[in-house]
């Protein structure tokens, strides 16, 4: 089994709809849980991180985690053109470690 | 401020060439570094990950070598390059009192022929 599991898509949305992303893990020790944002021919770049169960929101951005089930949602609201991008998530234990990505296409 | 440099941006080689990436990290010390392959529609891929000079660790075994000359320097080597190692690599750094980020550099985009 894959320590970070998540749908690739790619997912389309239209402008404004409200965009969930999910991940699942195997390693119930993860006690930091990351999503990253990489846009195309660029490197990822952090833009959430939570350290326990619960919601954390940061403007349209809500990081959610479950430890129980060991499942991670990212949620997007009134999603816009430039969230376009692939989504990354992870949990970080001694090493990061990351999830396939989930590119994300927000039509106008 | 912290910034990370990569270079080459872009990499054309043949099979069977020797590759040498370079990776430096600016406005920092002691720095964890750490070189990942994203290949085509597909995740990060930890390589290698140091946490001081001359320390380094392998996560899968491949062609590939990595060596850290000094504290803030990373670089990613191979004798020869097979058409698998193409790909876009990713060199990053975390703080070692107890980061809670990684950094990316602009990576390098690989293409053996």
């Known amino acids: 089994q894959k320590e970070v599991e998540q749908d690739p898509g790619p997912l389309s949305v239209p402008e404004g709809a409200i965009v969930s992303l999910n991940c699942t893990y195997s390693?119930?020790?993860?006690?930091?849980f990351m999503w990253y944002r990489q846009y195309s021919r660029k490197g990822p770049e952090l833009l959430m991180y939570?350290?326990?169960?619960g919601n954390k929101e940061d403007g349209r951005f809500t990081a959610q985690v479950d430890k129980s089930s060991k499942y991670i949602s990212l949620f997007i609201r009134d999603s816009q053109p430039s969230d376009s991008a692939t989504y990354l998530c992870g949990p970080y234990g001694q090493n990061f470690v990351f999830g396939p990505g989930t590119r994300l296409s927000v039509l106008p | 401020s912290q910034t990370i440099h990569q270079w080459p941006a872009t990499l054309v080689q043949p099979v069977g060439s020797p590759l040498s990436l370079e990776c430096t990290v600016e406005g920092t010390s002691n720095p964890n570094l750490y070189w990942y392959r994203q290949a085509a529609g597909r995740g990060l891929q930890l390589l290698f990950y140091?946490?001081?000079?001359?320390?380094i660790s392998s996560e899968v075994p491949q062609n590939l070598s990595a060596s850290r000359p000094q504290d803030r320097q990373f670089i990613l080597s191979s004798k020869k390059l097979l058409l698998s190692d193409s790909g876009f690599y990713l060199c990053?750094?975390?703080?070692?009192?107890?980061?809670?980020?990684?950094?990316f550099g602009p990576g390098t985009r690989l293409t053996v022929l």
């Open positions: 140091s946490v001081g000079i001359g320390q």
């Open positions: 990053a750094w975390v703080k070692t009192s107890g980061g809670d980020e990684q950094f």
């Open positions: 939570t350290y326990s169960s």
């Open positions: 390693n119930s020790a993860f006690q930091y």
